[in-house]
């Protein structure tokens, strides 16, 4: 008796999971290549691969992979950004651009191309490879409030506390649910920024959320990071409290113990997943995170 294709697909993905999750890296990776040699654009086996080798040393494995599953599904739009991340992981940017620039004239309306782009140069840490990339992408869109989220994000990451204010203030209007996001990450600025960033949001008009998180910023004294005032070890003990709750609401009680600054990074790398579009229900991209925790 012959059964379905998709049940044994989905028995053997979670069986790499296991694998992944006791660290047996090398075993998971077989159990995702043996997926794709029955499902060749089986999106989780990839995704598996694309966690479970980097560590192994054998990243350059995946690219093969993931070429015969674009060709078995050619508009798959999460086929599409693991191929364009794999490039930029191997450094192969020429490669890299004539992914993206296929994937966004396929899609010219669509910000996934441009995004995941700069996302996975970010990750890669070329930061003005990722802005450049941004800021072509808004050009493409012709939309001057695209990204901007990602681009004040790129310049606090490169001490251009300014350049983050100015994206944030022009972000909030469209992205009022931001607000919170947008007051931690502009409140990590030293205090010698704080006036800089103050003048600029007073700039761009003291209404709605602007006016908000220039209060926020005004009233609230900077704060050192708790975790790190109390030395690397007590950071990574609350790292490793906060990984090993499974449920949200537990991850965000123990971040909250480990104090304000921990809590602040931990909302920011969650938002960070969340606007990067990492999930099945954002723009179609496909989430690469770890295997989900068992409840």
């Not at 296991?18 to 047996?24: F, K, M």
């Not at 869109?141 to 203030?169: C, F």
Request: one cysteine or more; aromatic letters at 4%.
């Amino acid at each position: 008796m012959l059964l379905p294709l998709a049940p044994i697909s989905a028995q053997a993905i979670g069986q790499g999971f296991e694998l992944e999750r006791a660290g047996r890296y090398d075993q998971a990776a077989s159990v995702y290549f043996a997926t794709l040699r029955a499902e060749p654009a089986n999106v989780s086996a990839l995704l598996g691969l694309e966690r479970v080798l980097p560590p192994l040393n054998r990243l350059a494995e995946l690219l093969p992979a993931v070429r015969r599953a674009t060709v078995a599904s050619p508009t798959n739009v999460a086929l599409r950004g693991i191929l364009l991340r794999t490039y930029v992981a191997l450094n192969e940017p020429d490669s890299a651009r004539a992914v993206a620039l296929r994937w966004a004239a396929a899609s010219p309306r669509d910000e996934a191309p441009y995004r995941e782009w700069a996302i996975a140069l970010e990750d890669a840490h070329r930061h003005a490879d990722a802005r450049a990339v941004l800021l072509a992408g808004r050009q493409a869109l012709g939309r001057p409030g695209v990204y901007g989220i990602e681009l004040a994000e790129l310049s606090r990451l490169t001490g251009d506390w300014e350049g983050a204010a100015r994206e944030w203030a022009a972000a909030l209007p469209d992205a009022p649910a931001q607000l919170t996001n947008a007051a931690s990450e502009l409140g990590e600025a030293p205090e010698a920024e704080r006036e800089r960033i103050t003048r600029v949001l007073t700039a761009a008009g003291p209404t709605g959320e602007r006016a908000i998180l220039t209060g926020r910023l005004a009233a609230e004294p900077l704060r050192r990071d708790g975790a790190r005032a109390r030395g690397g070890a007590g950071m990574g003990r609350c790292r490793a409290r906060v990984r090993r709750s499974r449920r949200p609401r537990g991850r965000a009680r123990r971040a909250r113990a480990c104090g304000p600054g921990f809590e602040r990074a931990s909302r920011r790398a969650a938002a960070r997943a969340e606007r990067r579009g990492r999930g099945p229900d954002r723009r179609g991209t496909a989430r690469r995170g770890g295997p989900p925790a068992r409840e």
